[in-house]
């Protein structure tokens, strides 16, 4: 009986002995879970400065627009479509920049941004036209494209060095 009882004794201090373990386990590892960092909202961010192009970033552009040009009426002639309209879609994204002309009263005047507009407008509908092979509507834009920049145009007002 004695034995039974320090045997039970035994027993029980062990087996505590066992769950207190396990707790002091359970415990632990909530001790070495890393804790979860709730996400910094991030600073607000002024607007972004208006890049504005200065006078040799300027002329870069019209260079890069003569280059286009040229394509643009080589590639119409050989009846080139794909490739004409490729010219005339670096045209049309040309025109958005030119309104970040650095000086204000160029970028703001009224005749400056009415032929920035008709230059992306035609340069947009003779892409379509000669994706098309639609070669009398883009010789019509063409002509278009012609008159917004020449001496009757944009560059008889802005452009008069040339």
Not at 143 to 160: F, Q
């Amino acid at each position: 009986m004695r034995l039974l009882a320090l045997s039970m004794t035994l027993l029980g201090v062990l087996g505590f002995g066992t769950l207190a373990l396990q707790a002091q386990g359970n415990d632990a590892s909530k001790k070495e879970e890393p804790k979860k960092e709730t996400p910094k909202e991030e600073p607000k961010k002024d607007a972004p400065k208006e890049e504005w192009l200065d006078d040799a970033a300027y002329e870069k552009l019209m260079e890069e627009c003569k280059d286009n040009w040229n394509k643009l009426k080589i590639n119409a002639k050989s009846k080139m479509g794909d490739k004409a309209a490729e010219a005339a879609d670096k045209l049309a994204e040309a025109a958005d920049k030119m309104l970040k002309h650095h000086l204000k009263e160029m970028r703001e005047a009224k005749d400056y941004k009415d032929w920035v507009a008709e230059l992306k407008k035609a340069a947009q509908d003779f892409s379509k036209a000669a994706k098309k092979s639609d070669w009398k509507e883009a010789d019509k834009q063409k002509e278009k494209l012609a008159t917004s920049c020449s001496d009757d145009g944009c560059h008889g007002k802005y452009r008069k060095d040339e």
